[in-house]
T-cell receptor, first 112, second 113 residues
């Protein structure tokens, strides 16, 4: 079955400390992988995608095919990183088309 | 350039009432989506559209209908609202389906009493 799991609903980290938001997925293929973020009073927006191999706002995400994980990391947390983060793999549905499947989200709080 | 807009922002319904949520995008995107967001459930896809005049069911389509008569608009209808449909509804659009970034609206908070 296609599934995405974000095991931490809440995560609190001190400013300046490293951050790791976990994402695991179960899927027989190789999905495209995304992280979306929702800051307070803002709309949901794309943070980064695996295919771009980019670092956005200091965040990176490494795909581990063996563990089927796509954890989001940042070496030094900043207060403005406080937000809701969603991992979203792009699975192929039973109808043969691809669609994003969102995890349940992790609320990250950076403690000053 | 407004991006994706949703109306209304808030709505309270009584059980059995009907309503339509409107989503509009000005980015000339082919693909549009309706999601619902519930605590502890993440975002779940209700219906989506791959172009004007087309619609398809998502993960949780029951109790909802949609229409895409114009490319820029995607309507979500509730024919007979139920308390289980209390949620925050998000519309999104994208230029492609596979691997494309989705652009989200600000959301509509719906309460069904």
């Amino acid at each position: 079955a296609q599934r995405v799991t974000q095991p931490e609903k809440l995560l609190s980290v001190f400013k300046g400390a490293p951050v790791e938001l976990k994402c695991n997925y179960s899927y027989s293929g190789s999905p495209e992988l995304f992280w979306y973020v929702q800051y307070s009073r803002q709309r949901l927006q794309l943070l980064l995608r695996h295919i771009s191999r980019e670092s956005i706002k200091g965040f990176t995400a490494d795909l581990n095919k063996g563990e089927t994980s796509f954890h989001l990391k940042k070496p030094f947390a900043q207060e403005e990183d406080s937000a809701m983060y969603y991992c979203a793999p792009d699975f192929i549905s039973n109808f043969g088309n691809e669609k994003l499947t969102f995890g349940t989200g992790t609320r990250l709080t950076i403690i000053p | 350039n407004a991006g994706v807009t949703q109306t209304p922002k808030f709505r309270v319904l009584k059980t059995g009432q009907s309503m339509t949520l409107l989503c509009a995008q000005d980015m000339n995107h082919e693909y549009m989506y309706w999601y619902r967001q519930d605590p502890g459930m993440g975002l779940r896809l209700i219906h989506y559209s791959v172009g004007e005049g087309t619609t398809a069911k998502g993960e949780v389509p029951d109790g909802y209908n949609v229409s895409r008569l114009k490319k820029q608009n995607f309507l979500l209808g509730l024919e007979s609202a139920a308390p289980s449909q209390t949620s925050v509804y998000f519309c999104a659009s994208s230029y492609g389906l596979s691997g494309a970034e989705q652009f989200f609206g600000p959301g509509t908070r719906l309460t069904v009493l």
